[in-house]
């Protein structure tokens, strides 16, 4: 039997092509579950909707009014929502110094205060005492919000107070039926890092940071998204390393990304 037979799932964050929250809707739907996409580009959903045969409906995460939009709009196309991932995110990359207020606002609004209102806006859907029937909610943080890499701070501060974040939830609403985890990626090769990827030399230098041997991909976050999502979970308030054991390791330096796409400029 499909291990989310029955199940309904909102995934948030799905509206680029072949990006992390598509592969986790694809996923999802061969377990069973019923799917609402979501992102702030439309084309991109519909064709994915289309493609599919999932529900979609647009959101802006930075605006209260249209996550509480979201979540009405979800619970009336499914009849209830079970399942409520936030898979959004800006890869911002800026050396300490450089990050500029404007940067900040933008990325805590996307990677703090949206999601904060979005589990609120689920919350009011999902728990037992706002009439709902408990469920899963799922947040894809980063291992970078427990390790280092350059360049990288305002990305890495978001993630980890959003880690603390689900930690809230999972103390003050285990009793109303809720569970609340977060992922964490390493390196995985989505739109989001495309530009990275073009650029010879930059991924090759990752790999030695990972005992298993490579880089992350989306079908490996699904995979674990299943199991947090299924009734087969008895684990809250826990951030899942799915990254191949990085933390063992840690990314790479400066000095050795240089080294990796200078060796690697001549390929």
């Not at 609402?36 to 647009?58: I, M, N, W």
């Not at 706002?130 to 990305?155: E, F, K, N, R």
């Not at 977060?182 to 005992?211: C, D, K, N, R």
């Not at 809250?236 to 790479?252: A, I, S």
Request: charged share 20%; with cysteine.
């Amino acid at each position: 039997m499909p291990r989310l037979q029955g199940k309904r799932a909102l995934i948030l964050g799905a509206s680029s092509t072949g990006n992390m929250g598509q592969v986790m809707a694809r996923r999802f739907m061969e377990e069973g579950a019923s799917v609402l996409v979501s992102g702030r580009k439309e084309e991109p959903l519909r064709q994915f909707a289309q493609e599919t045969g999932c529900d979609y409906a647009t959101c802006d995460l930075t605006q209260e009014d249209s996550v509480n939009a979201l979540a009405d709009t979800a619970a009336e196309a499914m009849g209830g929502i079970d399942i409520a991932i936030n898979a959004t995110g800006w890869g911002l990359l800026t050396p300490f110094l450089d990050n500029t207020r404007q940067q900040l606002e933008d990325m805590a609004a996307l990677q703090f205060t949206g999601p904060f209102q979005f589990y609120q806006a689920m919350l009011r859907k999902m728990a037992k005492s706002h009439g709902g029937s408990g469920g899963s909610i799922i947040q894809i943080s980063s291992a970078t919000a427990s390790i280092m890499l350059w360049d990288h701070s305002a990305y890495m501060g978001t993630k980890a107070a959003t880690d603390q974040v689900i930690r809230c939830i999972a103390n003050e609403f285990g009793h109303d039926g809720i569970r609340a985890n977060s992922i964490a990626p390493g390196l995985t090769e989505t739109p989001m890092t495309s530009g990275a990827a073009e650029v010879p030399g930059i991924y090759e230098a990752f790999v030695p940071g990972y005992p298993l041997g490579r880089y992350g991909t989306s079908e490996d976050i699904a995979a674990a998204a299943v199991f947090l999502a299924s009734d087969e979970c008895f684990m809250t308030g826990e951030v899942l390393q799915v990254n191949g054991g990085l933390r063992l390791r840690g990314n790479p330096s400066k000095a050795d990304i240089a080294a990796s796409i200078k060796r690697h400029a001549g390929d």
